[in-house]
């Protein structure tokens, strides 16, 4: 089923990029390719990425603190 | 026999296999950090618990602790436990984990970690104590071991021009797994809370499935680089530094040269340092500026060093890369002997800024510390059994965990106990901690390549 989504996605960004292709817009065509071909890459570090902003988000509240009451 | 085979080829445990993840031609290898990076800001969460520590004393009594409850004292038991089983499972873990390959040791790490809060749970719900010391203590210490030594060896493969940096950027996870792992853990236990709960088994459940989740994420996204397998552009330099060898140390070996020994002494006095003035922060830094810090900007300030020793993991190591492992490794000692030695002056100024910056300082190479010496071992018994020899060298992890915090508090009680003020009673302990890194530094100064005779000759003895 996994396997299945991921050739899905692939194909919708091909698809996309077709679209862009069919109206001459070379940058966007470019750009899609880019994100088909680093798909994985993109969305492994955004699973990584998303609880480490939030912990970083909650430590400098924390820290904050310390220099809003103390300094 | 052959539908047995097929049976075996085609059950679930083969797809952990080491030949089942060599990567194919094209592989982008910067898949490798977040999959190490899954593993380790799970475990990190160790680092964390002990925001479980009050809840767990008022189980029975729920709003304050009961006669039944559990004492802080044999809570406190769980992390120690915890640490020393990583020591124990990093040290004897290695060597299978080499043979095994990452992610088969990644899923046990996972079974293991997350089998821990499963068991710590029921522990929860029956009143035990001992399920907790076996749950969270002991199988998930297995578990934090495995995975704590999983990727290293793994990274260094797929990073040889810049294996500092890449085993860098995985510990700087374990660093950060306390970031995340402390404030879910709170969030969790006000959301499972009630009347008649304080929501900590839930919230051990809840946090099991998520970093098992999260972990068989990391397991699933490794692979290990073809034999001979280098970057693209990349030539090994035709003249190695000094301390750099291309040559293999096998891990039993290892263990019977000095500088396994220099190592490990280098390790255990910078952890031990940094460790011990860790756990005291928060205490540390409102009795030495007693009226000026509360416990709020206190609990602030344990949030920044957090940060500080996960952002020192990546910095200091991805130095390390240009710099130099040993040059770095000095300039943890010499620097870190003049900032604690300097700590002592902050307070004779009350400058608590001073006192705030020389503190991230110290632990950004604290954590710095942890994360360059892969690549010391690596640039030292080179790369064939590098997670194994890393897994053994962290026993001095184990030493330290238990040398630092008894260092600080016992002296700090002792100058209490003879009447020294309590905003003075650390100066002694930072003069200690000086001292031991000026051993630390020793240690290193006395590194020198392995001798050939120790070196790996395939086919032939070890």
């Known amino acids: 089923m996994f396997y299945k989504c991921w050739i899905d996605i692939k194909n919708i960004l091909s698809l996309l990029a077709s679209f862009f292709a069919l109206h001459r817009q070379e940058k966007h065509v ?42 | ?9 085609n059950s679930f445990f083969h797809i952990l296999d080491k030949e089942r993840i060599i990567a194919k031609p094209g592989f982008n290898r910067w898949l490798i950090p977040p999959a190490a990076l899954c593993i380790h800001l799970a475990i990190g969460q160790v680092y964390a618990f002990s925001v479980f520590n009050l809840p767990l004393t008022r189980i029975i009594g729920i709003h304050a602790s009961a006669h039944e409850d559990w004492k802080l004292t044999s809570v406190g038991w769980i992390f120690s436990i915890a640490i ?35 068991i710590s749970a029921i522990g929860v719900w029956v009143h035990s104590i001992i399920l907790l010391y076996l749950g969270y203590g002991v ?29 860098g950027m995985a510990i700087m996870g374990f ?16 959301y499972f809370s009630s009347e008649t709960s304080t ?78 003035v860790l756990g005291q922060a928060s205490v540390m830094c409102q009795e030495m500026f007693h009226g000026n810090i509360t416990p709020l900007a206190a609990s602030g300030f344990v949030g920044l060093l957090s940060a500080a020793n996960m952002l020192g993991r990546f910095f200091w190591s991805s130095a390390s890369d240009y710099l130099g492992r040993k040059a770095i490794y000095s300039i943890y000692f010499i620097l870190g002997i003049l900032l604690y030695s300097f700590i002592s002056f902050t307070g004779w100024i009350y400058s608590v800024v001073l006192f705030v910056v020389s503190y991230t300082i110290i632990m950004s190479m604290y954590g710095g510390g942890f994360a360059t010496i892969p690549a010391y071992l690596k640039d030292i018994f080179g790369v064939m059994h590098v997670g194994a020899i890393h897994g053994r060298l962290l026993t001095a992890w184990s030493v330290a965990g238990i040398l630092g915090p008894v260092l600080v508090n016992y002296i700090r009680q002792y100058q209490i106990d003879h009447g020294v003020p309590k905003a003075s009673a650390y100066t002694i302990t930072m003069f200690i901690m000086a001292g031991l890194l000026l051993c630390g530094l020793v240690c290193n100064l006395c590194i020198k390549p392995v001798h050939k005779k120790h070196h790996y000759m395939p086919g032939g003895k070890k």
């Open chain 2, 199 to 276: 929501g900590v088994e839930m919230t051990f459940l809840a946090m099991g499935a998520m970093y098992f989740c999260f972990m068989l994420a990391g397991a699933f996204n490794v692979r290990i680089p073809p034999e001979g397998w280098m970057p693209a552009g990349y030539t090994p330099p035709s003249k190695q530094k000094k301390l750099v060898t291309d040559k293999d140390v096998h891990a039993d070996q290892a263990i019977k040269t000095p500088q396994f020994y220099l190592l490990w002494g280098g390790l255990c006095f910078n952890v031990t340092a940094g460790i011990g």
């Open chain 2, 139 to 167: 199988i998930g210490g297995i578990g934090l071991g495995l995975g704590y030594i999983s990727p290293v060896s793994t990274l260094i493969k797929w990073f040889p021009d810049r294996p500092g940096m890449a085993t």
């Open chain 2, 175 to 190: 660093g950060g797994g306390a970031m995340v792992g402390s404030p879910l853990a709170v969030l969790l236990m006000k």
């Open chain 2, 84 to 118: 020393v089983f990583l020591g124990i499972s990093a040290a004897f873990g290695g060597r299978w984990l080499e043979d095994a390959g990452p992610r088969k040791a990644m899923f046990f790490s996972a079974v293991c970690f997350s089998g821990g809060f499963f």
């Open chain 1, 30 to 71: 470019r750009q899609i390719f880019f994100i088909k071909d680093n798909v994985k890459l993109i969305l492994l570090w955004g699973f990584v990425g998303i609880p480490i902003v939030w912990g970083f988000l909650q430590t400098f509240q924390k820290v904050l603190g310390l220099f809003e009451h103390e300094m």
């Open chain 2, 1 to 9: 026999m052959a539908p047995i085979k097929n049976m075996k080829r």
